[in-house]
């Protein structure tokens, strides 16, 4: 079937090896042409990170780079500025383990050395025991994915001004920012509250998102608002003992044994299909824990047309991820197009951030939706957050009392906040006539919900043709899952991951509660797409619609567990040992022809004395001097004050008008030669700039302005929000 892919006519050269070729394998399924001046793959999973892209002999000629419009390489493989002299629109992205010109340059990496410097590794386990190693290559994956989104919105600013970029990207960038950040926004469980204040130690066993058995399994419940509690109680009966309204708060039930108990009780002699419909007739998040064979055998798969196969090298069929977006309804699987070299050609249009100029109506919620804007936001982008006040973002919850936190404002930075009601006509009138304005539209709520609002794709697509629109979905808009209620852990327990994220000798183990994924990488590959079809707007001057499932992502991300067993190449040995300190562990990875200098470093003792009376920092930098990965476990208070991030400067540190602690968060995606640093303009409180928005973007009457006002359509600030703020700010001095 023929598919308009949205980066036809966008050449690429790449020469990335190992874990992070993937960067341009989303790249060729949404049509780019691929060069790979490599060796062909050979194993299978080789062939799965390299689907789409085509392989060709011997290095690139020149007029092979001048052709380019992207080249994705190892630092030192090309001169930016001999290349730039006669190819000024080139995009050249160095990609590394930990970017050029600080000291962990030559450091070797892993998926566990990734984890552990990020901060991940910290989190990921049970209280009193050691660090679990997250299952798969999450970060390697994760980063891969940001690598892509970033060279992309590097080459639409080049195809609007004419300018390339020369681009430092880092493995260990991607997978801080993308897996789940310290430093950014989180899951609404937390309150807002910052990731580094939270316990040193690792969560204790069970207390979030619990996991009951069933008559033939296990589910999971996710519930946080109070409707959906209200929802359970319902189904459970309305039992007397917990008709407090003390109930309605997270805290109370994850501390209330003996609701725990009354729910392991409701739950066991139930089927977990018939505990996920049932759940779902009340408005109860809820999912059974499936193995990821399970979920990759289920309907929801299959409906979606989510596998496909390649085949190897032995002729042997290889199941593989039918692509991690659709765009107009299509599948972007691996087989990309050959596109005419001249379909792409430059402008000149003067910006400095490749989405100056452009508007963006922002309908995102939790974390999905506050990634995929902030994306544009930091671009240059006027972003515009559309928030009701009666159905609040759930990242509004908060242990201030005004709809704002350190969480919120990292996720949010850079936008602002139009309060409208979208249930009253008045209220999609005015939508619409804002969306006449708008470049993009992004959203993340469950499928159907804009369609009861009148705002369904076909309306929306002939009021402004040109729009160019983004939406995430738990298991996507299609399917027999598709109207299910679908937080992040319960994704993560119908893929199969919970199950695969626990401690080998105890299957109660499950370590994923705390774990924010694949929230933040999904909301990059939604920008991914958007980008993507800006390109193609571009070129052909129409929009178009880009759609992401979370479940999705995940199945891609662990697409190596497709290949079967014995096409799948020897793994690593990956290994976490306490080191000297309190709680204080070193990760590290050895192939099998480095066993011998293992043996040789330690001097005849085991790996775990050795480990064991040195400083996880000192065995770490012994390790990598032999050519073996290796790195301390940091947490995430450790990152801004850590050599790495020091020299990279991965942070920034903003003051908000409305907080008492200083925001720190993610300085940028990667390190730009020709691009300034994101905007600095501080996350809104709800309704902050209503007036001001519709006045920029429409020019209205002032007096029809008040007028919507009057009617509750357009929802200014709220003078209690900004006294409440104002109140407490008086009594917390400034820290």
């Known amino acids: 079937m023929s598919v308009d892919r949205p980066l036809a006519g966008l050449r690429v050269i790449d020469l990335v090896e190992g874990p992070l070729a993937p960067i341009t394998r989303y790249l060729a399924e949404l049509g780019a042409r691929v060069d790979r001046y490599l060796p062909a793959p050979g194993d299978a999973a080789d062939i799965v990170a390299n689907a789409g892209k085509t392989f060709r002999a011997g290095p690139a000629d020149e007029a092979a780079l001048a052709a380019a419009h992207i080249i994705v390489a190892p630092p030192g493989r090309f001169d930016y500025e001999t290349l730039a002299a006669t190819n000024p629109a080139l995009v050249l992205m160095h990609v590394s383990p930990f970017g050029t010109g600080n000291p962990f340059s030559d450091w070797k990496a892993s998926d ?17 025991r050691a660090p679990l190693l997250p299952p798969g290559e999450l970060a390697w994956q994760c980063a891969a994915a940001q690598g892509a989104y970033v060279v992309l919105a590097a080459f639409y600013k080049a195809l609007r001004s004419g300018r390339g970029d020369l681009i430092d990207y880092s493995a260990l960038d991607g997978a801080m920012q993308a897996l789940d950040p310290g430093y950014g926004i989180n899951g609404s469980a937390t309150m807002g509250r910052p990731v580094h204040l939270l316990s040193r130690d690792r969560p204790a066993k069970g207390t979030q998102y619990p996991i009951f058995p069933c008559a033939d399994g296990q589910v999971r419940i996710c519930l946080l608002a109070p409707r959906q509690w209200q929802g359970m109680f319902r189904w459970m009966g309305e039992p007397g003992a917990f008709a ?44 059974g824990l499936l193995s990821f064979e399970e979920f990759a055998a289920s309907g929801q798969v299959a409906t979606r047309q989510a596998l496909t196969e390649l085949t190897g090298a032995d002729g042997r069929k290889i199941p593989v991820v039918n692509g991690v977006l659709t765009i107009d309804g299509a599948r972007m699987g691996p087989f990309g197009n050959a596109p005419d070299a001249d379909a792409l050609r430059p402008g000149d249009t003067a910006v400095a951030r490749p989405f100056e100029g ?19 936001a930091d671009g240059g982008a006027d972003v515009v957050k559309v928030e009701s006040a009666a159905f609040p973002d759930g990242s509004r919850q908060s242990y201030l009392p005004y709809g704002l936190s350190a969480s919120f404002a990292a996720g949010h930075r850079g936008k602002r906040s139009l309060g409208l009601d979208l249930r009253q006509e008045a209220g999609r009138r005015l939508f619409l006539d804002l969306l006449r304005q708008a470049d993009v539209l992004l959203s993340n709520f469950k499928p159907g919900t804009l369609e009861a609002l009148g705002l369904d794709a076909k309306t929306l697509m002939a009021t402004n043709p040109r729009l160019v629109m983004a939406d995430s979905s738990a298991f996507g808009p299609t399917g027999p899952w598709a109207k299910r209620l679908g937080y992040g852990p319960l994704v993560r327990a119908a893929t199969g991951l919970t199950r695969m994220w626990r401690y080998p000798d105890d299957p109660e183990s499950f370590s994923d509660a705390v774990t924010v994924y694949p929230d933040h990488v999904a909301g990059r590959i939604s920008a991914l797409g958007a980008v993507a079809l800006l390109v193609r707007r571009e070129r052909t001057g129409r929009g178009g619609t880009a ?30 040992l306490p080191a ?9 990875t050895v192939t099998n022809d480095q066993t011998t200098d293992l ?41 801004p004050s850590s050599a790495y991030c020091i020299a990279r400067g991965s942070f920034r540190v903003d003051r908000h008008p409305y907080l008492p602690d200083p925001v720190i968060s993610e300085s940028a995606a990667a390190q730009h030669r020709n691009l300034p640093a994101p905007v600095s303009r501080p996350a809104p409180l709800m309704g902050e700039q209503s007036a001001e928005v519709v ?41």
């Open 358 to 376: 452009l508007r963006v109506l922002d309908l995102g919620v939790i974390v999905v939706g506050a990634e995929a804007g902030r994306m544009f």
């Open 547 to 576: 759609s992401v499932s979370q479940a999705e992502v995940m199945l891609a991300q662990f697409g190596d567990l497709l290949v079967p067993g014995d096409m799948a190449p020897p793994a690593s040995r990956s290994r976490v």
């Open 244 to 287: 407090g309204p003390e109930f309605a708060k997270i805290s109370t039930r994850q501390q209330s044994e003996e609701l725990q108990a009354a729910l392991a009780v409701f739950f066991a002699p139930r089927k977990r299909a018939d505990l996920e419909a049932e759940g779902q007739a009340h408005g109860v998040p809820i999912a």
């Open 599 to 639: 043996s040789a470093l330690t001097d005849a003792l085991s790996i775990e004395e050795w480990i064991g009376t040195r400083p996880a920092s000192d065995a770490a930098a012994a390790l990598q001097a032999h050519g073996i990965a290796a790195a301390p476990m940091l947490r995430v208070a450790d990152l």
């Open 112 to 128: 566990a050395v990734l984890h552990a410097l990020s901060g991940s590794l910290s989190r990921s386990g049970i209280r009193g």
């Open 695 to 735: 006045a920029a973007w429409l020019q209205p009457d002032p007096d029809d302005v008040k007028a919507v006002e009057n009617s509750g359509v357009l929802q200014p600030m709220d003078p209690e929000i900004l006294a409440a703020a104002t109140a407490f700010l008086a009594q917390t001095p400034a820290r």
């Open 580 to 588: 000297l300190g309190d709680d204080e562990w070193c990760a590290f």
